[in-house]
Structures are given as structure tokens and as C-alpha cells.
């Protein structure tokens, strides 16, 4: 069901923050308050993940981190910490920084809203984004030039999908409603086209890349997978879903590992190598709802899932087919809305995820805030949320870039960048 339009009045209670003693004070009163750009901490006073469900924790628990980070440094390098704790460590110093987080880029390029997003495997200040309209923009916010902007064919070009080619970063791959996966360069020349539907009822969803073996993986809306090498030899192509393939993903450290996430309720994993059929999956991961995404961790051996109601799920490859943790979130598909997908930091055991408050949720409250959540990876416990008042829409895509420092967000028509305040970019 559609959000219904909000008065200015009524906008302007939306992104209060609720102090601990609410009832006392109205949402006119706290107006000041809300005029701050605020990042919500693990101290918040909402329940741990709006009711997080974890099993298996006793082999993933590690001691308490050193406060210091040097002196934790130190007692790894006597032999005296394991990694773990040094890591634990590490990654509570960058928690801790997320308190000075603020958007300090913004930009609103398209008509319609953004689809998807990837960030440039090399140059952490560059970011691709496309549009349900076609466009696709690559912004380099860190220099004051023209982003490069690739004009899309409009009302059903929409971008589904974005890779960088590993191989060569002035390209890019991309999968559309249009009915292609494409290689393309950033002057808008169409390299080579991978599939191609030469109909208006096939289009495809989602695509992966792999540079080690060169490989291209593309779904589409009926529950076809194909694969394909990059000189564009198609490998096969086998019906692996009953309905849209809503997400493929290669694992990082083993490219013949490969994901796929679809609105059948179900997210398979398939080694490669041994795909005969649709029949020939390693492990069938059953959902109560459509599936947004799968994504593995960057280290291979986690998979995070998104579905299309309330659920994020994190599988562990000591048991694939048995969740490890389970995290009730709202983030409800609406038509209108680009799905939302929970991703891994590229460095850190953390998730991050976009919130869409919904009033049948269990731990709903008046006037909740539309954050981004950043949970633990190990505990699934809420670590913090970034909120800017001016910016209080729904953030469908949530990615850090490769070096885990800054933080780009697919708002509606917008694009944030989230950074430290000490960065000293001003607000375009």
C-alpha cells in the first residue's frame, strides 16, 4: 500500500527524536532538536534489532577488545591477542567513528529514481549509479567536474544491475529492463551485449563478474540463469527458479560458488563446475517471503539475505542450508520503492541496511525515523544509525566503498555520500 502524503505539519514530527521521557514532551517542542544531523548509537533506547533471533553464537563469541587499538597492536604482535580480538578491536574503533558520520556530498541527477549502485574497485571517491529511467551517472565527488552522465531510452530502461569490469575500470556491465546485459564504456559506446531477450516480456535483474575466471552471470524475470565468459560465449543457460531472479552473486574467494536470489521464496547456492540442471543445486535456503538479495561476505565465507519483508538472514559456510542468525528489520517491498538490500562492510563483520518503518511491526513506535542500521555481523545486535533530518527518506541501496570509509545511499531520486564531518567537503 502506498505511504500516504504527509501536511508540512506532520513532516516535521516525523523526524523528531523521541528522548527516553517522550510522553512528556511534544513533537512541536522536540522540533529544535530535530533540526540536528544525528547518528543514533548502540546506547539507543530501541530493542536490541527490533527483535533479533541468533543461534550458534558460542564458536563466534571472542574475548573483549583492548580499548587501545595500539596497545592491541601490540599484545597481537607478542603473541599475547588473537586475531579476533584484534579485529573486534579494530572494528569498535571504526563504530565508534560512525558518530561523526554526516552526508557531505548530495546529488540528484535523474527524473526517476535510483536503481542500483557500484562503487569503483580502485578510486574510493568514485561511484556509479543508474536509473529506473536508463541513465547512469559516474560521480567523482572528491574533484568539482561534471559527473559523466549516460542518457538512458526513459520509461523502461531500468538499470537492475552495475559492475565495474574488473579487467578494465573504464567499464562498466550492466543488466536492464531493457532487455540486454551490456558492456559499456563511460563515453556511452555499447562494447559488446552478453544476452539479449528481443522481447518486451524477458528482462533481466541482476549480474555478477568474476576477473579470476572471467566469467559473466546474469538472471532474469522468468527464473533464467546464464552464464557466460567474457569474450561473450554463452556457457549455458538453465531455468534455475520458478519465477524472477532477483540477485546473483559470485563468491569472492571461490568464483565457482555462485548465489541466486529470487521472488520464488528461495535463495540456491551452485557450484559451477557441476551445474546439469535446475535440479542440481548444493543447497536450497527456503524464505517466508520474496528474496531482494544475496550477497556473500567479502571474506566468502558468510551469505547475507534480504527478503521482501521483514527478515535479514546470515548462512555460514560451516552450515549453508541452516541460517546462523536472524534479524527482524523492517524494510517492506512497495512498488514504488527500489527493493532494499542489506550489505556486508567491506572490511568489518557489519551489516548495513536501509529502514522502512512499518506499523504492523512488532516494535514499531510513533514517528520512527527512516535510518540506515548498522548491525554486528557476529551478534546481530543494532550498532548504530545514521539519520540527517533534511534527508529523511527511505534508503533503498546502502554500500561502504572499497576502503570502508565513506558510505554512498540511493535515496529516491537522490544519491548521498555519508563521510566524517572532519572530511571538510561542504554540502553541494
Same mark, same amino acid.
Given at each position: 500500500?502506498?505511504?500516504?502524503?504527509?501536511?508540512?505539519?506532520?513532516?516535521?514530527?516525523e523526524?523528531?527524536?523521541?528522548?527516553?521521557?517522550?510522553?512528556?514532551?511534544?513533537?512541536?517542542?522536540?522540533?529544535?532538536?530535530?533540526?540536528?544531523?544525528?547518528?543514533k548509537s548502540?546506547?539507543?533506547?530501541?530493542?536490541?534489532?527490533?527483535g533479533?533471533?541468533?543461534?550458534?553464537?558460542?564458536?563466534?563469541?571472542?574475548?573483549?577488545?583492548?580499548?587501545?587499538?595500539?596497545r592491541?597492536?601490540?599484545?597481537?604482535?607478542l603473541?599475547?591477542?588473537?586475531?579476533?580480538s584484534?579485529?573486534?578491536?579494530?572494528?569498535q574503533s571504526?563504530?565508534?567513528?560512525?558518530?561523526?558520520?554526516?552526508i557531505?556530498?548530495?546529488?540528484?541527477?535523474f527524473?526517476r529514481?535510483? $536503481?542500483?549502485? =557500484?562503487?569503483? !574497485?580502485?578510486h574510493?571517491?568514485t561511484v +556509479?549509479?543508474? %536509473?529506473?529511467?536508463?541513465?547512469?551517472?559516474?560521480?567523482?565527488?572528491?574533484?568539482?567536474?561534471?559527473?559523466?552522465?549516460?542518457?538512458?531510452?526513459?520509461?523502461?530502461?531500468?538499470?537492475?544491475g552495475?559492475?565495474?569490469?574488473?579487467?578494465?575500470?573504464?567499464?562498466?556491465?550492466?543488466?536492464?529492463?531493457?532487455?540486454?546485459?551490456?558492456?559499456?564504456?563511460?563515453?556511452?559506446?555499447?562494447?559488446?551485449?552478453?544476452?539479449s531477450s528481443d522481447?518486451?516480456?524477458?528482462?533481466?535483474?541482476?549480474?555478477?563478474?568474476?576477473?579470476r575466471?572471467?566469467?559473466?552471470v546474469?538472471?532474469?524475470n522468468?527464473?533464467?540463469?546464464?552464464?557466460?565468459?567474457?569474450?561473450?560465449k554463452?556457457?549455458?543457460n538453465?531455468?534455475?527458479?520458478k519465477?524472477k531472479? $532477483?540477485?546473483? =552473486?559470485?563468491? !569472492?574467494?571461490?568464483?565457482?560458488?555462485? +548465489?541466486?536470489? %529470487?521472488?520464488?521464496?528461495?535463495?540456491?547456492?551452485?557450484?559451477?563446475?557441476?551445474?546439469?540442471?535446475?535440479?542440481?543445486?548444493?543447497?536450497?535456503l527456503?524464505?517466508?517471503?520474496p528474496v531482494?538479495?544475496?550477497?556473500?561476505?567479502?571474506?566468502g565465507a558468510?551469505?547475507?539475505?534480504?527478503?521482501?519483508?521483514?527478515?535479514?538472514r546470515v548462512?555460514?559456510?560451516s552450515?549453508?542450508?541452516c541460517?546462523?542468525?536472524?534479524?527482524?528489520?523492517?524494510?517492506?517491498?512497495?512498488?514504488?520503492?527500489?527493493p532494499?538490500?542489506?550489505?556486508?562492510?567491506?572490511?568489518?563483520?557489519l551489516i548495513?541496511?536501509g529502514?522502512?518503518?512499518d506499523?504492523?511491526?512488532k516494535?514499531?513506535?510513533?514517528?520512527?525515523?527512516?535510518t540506515?542500521?548498522?548491525?554486528?555481523g557476529?551478534?546481530?545486535?543494532m550498532?548504530?544509525?545514521?539519520?540527517d533530518?533534511e534527508?529523511?527518506?527511505?534508503?533503498?541501496?546502502?554500500?561502504?566503498?572499497?576502503?570502508?570509509d565513506?558510505?554512498a545511499?540511493?535515496?529516491?531520486?537522490?544519491?548521498?555520500?555519508?563521510?566524517?564531518e572532519?572530511?571538510?567537503?561542504q554540502?553541494s
Amino acid at each position: 500500500m502506498a505511504p500516504r502524503k504527509r501536511s508540512e505539519t506532520q513532516k516535521t514530527s516525523e523526524i523528531v527524536l523521541r528522548p527516553r521521557n517522550k510522553r512528556s514532551r511534544s513533537p512541536r517542542e522536540l522540533e529544535p532538536e530535530a533540526k540536528k544531523l544525528c547518528v543514533k548509537s548502540s546506547g539507543s533506547s530501541r530493542r536490541c534489532d527490533s527483535g533479533c533471533l541468533w543461534a550458534g553464537l558460542g564458536s563466534l563469541q571472542v574475548p573483549p577488545p583492548c580499548r587501545s587499538i595500539i596497545r592491541a597492536f601490540y599484545q597481537y604482535k607478542l603473541g599475547r591477542a588473537a586475531w579476533p580480538s584484534l579485529q573486534q578491536g579494530l572494528q569498535q574503533s571504526f563504530l565508534h567513528s560512525l558518530d561523526s558520520y554526516r552526508i557531505f556530498q548530495k546529488a540528484a541527477p535523474f527524473d526517476r529514481r535510483a $536503481t542500483s549502485l =557500484a562503487w569503483h !574497485p580502485t578510486h574510493p571517491s568514485t561511484v +556509479a549509479v543508474g %536509473s529506473k529511467g536508463g541513465d547512469i551517472m559516474l560521480w567523482n565527488f572528491g574533484i568539482k567536474d561534471k559527473p559523466t552522465f549516460i542518457k538512458g531510452i526513459g520509461a523502461g530502461g531500468s538499470i537492475t544491475g552495475l559492475k565495474f569490469n574488473p579487467l578494465n575500470t573504464n567499464q562498466f556491465f550492466a543488466s536492464s529492463m531493457e532487455g540486454t546485459t551490456r558492456l559499456q564504456d563511460f563515453k556511452g559506446n555499447t562494447l559488446r551485449v552478453f544476452t539479449s531477450s528481443d522481447t518486451c516480456n524477458v528482462w533481466f535483474c541482476s549480474l555478477d563478474v568474476s576477473a579470476r575466471s572471467r566469467m559473466v552471470v546474469t538472471g532474469d524475470n522468468v527464473g533464467n540463469v546464464v552464464l557466460l565468459h567474457m569474450d561473450g560465449k554463452e556457457l549455458w543457460n538453465l531455468r534455475m527458479h520458478k519465477k524472477k531472479v $532477483t540477485h546473483v =552473486a559470485l563468491n !569472492p574467494c571461490c568464483d565457482w560458488f555462485l +548465489a541466486t536470489a %529470487s521472488v520464488d521464496q528461495t535463495v540456491k547456492i551452485w557450484d559451477l563446475r557441476q551445474v546439469r540442471g535446475k535440479a542440481s543445486f548444493l543447497y536450497s535456503l527456503p524464505h517466508r517471503h520474496p528474496v531482494n538479495a544475496a550477497c556473500f561476505s567479502p571474506d566468502g565465507a558468510r551469505l547475507l539475505t534480504t527478503d521482501q519483508k521483514s527478515e535479514i538472514r546470515v548462512y555460514s559456510a560451516s552450515q549453508w542450508d541452516c541460517p546462523l542468525g536472524l534479524i527482524l528489520h523492517p524494510h517492506r517491498h512497495f512498488q514504488h520503492l527500489t527493493p532494499i538490500k542489506a550489505t556486508w562492510h567491506p572490511r568489518y563483520n557489519l551489516i548495513v541496511v536501509g529502514r522502512y518503518p512499518d506499523p504492523n511491526f512488532k516494535s514499531c513506535t510513533p514517528y520512527e525515523l527512516r535510518t540506515i542500521d548498522v548491525f554486528d555481523g557476529n551478534s546481530g545486535k543494532m550498532m548504530c544509525q545514521l539519520y540527517d533530518p533534511e534527508s529523511s527518506g527511505i534508503s533503498s541501496l546502502n554500500e561502504f566503498n572499497p576502503m570502508g570509509d565513506t558510505l554512498a545511499s540511493a535515496m529516491g531520486y537522490h544519491i548521498l555520500i555519508w563521510s566524517q564531518e572532519e572530511a571538510g567537503t561542504q554540502k553541494s
